[in-house]
């Protein structure tokens, strides 16, 4: 059995949010649920195509994924959004839009860790002034107050990460656990 939840996985850059949302989505599906993945990546080559990164644009980018992911839910689907969103008014509007059933994920990572991991060398590139308005390095992360979850992904491997997300949505009746038990 499974009741329908939005999982906002938020954090900066390289905090780990693409490889647990896609570890998350693999071990939900391998296990027969209904779910869906939103990358920010790939959100941002289809439907927020449009969209630059001021802060309007990366609210609105936030607010198209979560009006999706309320149409999904109502469907049957649960969904997993793995984004920076790094503004509260981002992540209280999508919370507001999908009503219930709402999980914020923190990845709280040091900066220092997310500029270790970035393989793209994106940090690197914004500290020389390449790339404008970089979440973290000259554009504010404002760290969730009260997450549902916070996920120290500066300290724990992806497979301890995603069991405390796991032990989240059993804890919470969103997923039973012998669904895990296999």
């Not at 999908?98 to 994106?122: I, S």
């Not at 949505?169 to 039973?176: A, G, K, M, T």
Request: hydrophobic content about 40%; aromatic content about 8%.
């Amino acid at each position: 059995m499974q009741r329908t939840f939005c999982l906002l996985m938020t954090g900066l850059p390289c905090s780990g949010k693409t490889t647990l949302g896609k570890r998350l989505y693999e071990s939900l599906v391998q296990r027969g649920l209904n779910v869906e993945l939103f990358d920010g990546d790939k959100v941002r080559e289809s439907i927020s195509r449009d969209l630059d990164f001021s802060r309007f644009s990366r609210i609105e980018n936030i607010i198209r994924v979560a009006k999706i992911a309320r149409d999904l839910m109502d469907k049957g689907s649960s969904c997993i959004i793995s984004m920076v969103a790094p503004y509260y008014e981002a992540r209280f509007k999508a919370r507001e839009i999908v009503r219930t059933n709402f999980v914020e994920v923190f990845l709280d990572a040091p900066l220092e860790v997310c500029e270790k991991r970035d393989v793209k060398g994106m940090y690197k590139r914004a500290r020389m002034g390449e790339i404008k308005n970089f979440t973290g390095i000259d554009d504010v992360y404002e760290v969730p107050l009260n997450p549902d979850i916070r996920i120290r992904t500066g300290v724990l491997d992806i497979d301890e990460s995603l069991k405390e997300i796991e032990n989240f949505l059993i804890e919470n009746s969103f997923i039973v656990e012998a669904v895990f038990k296999n």
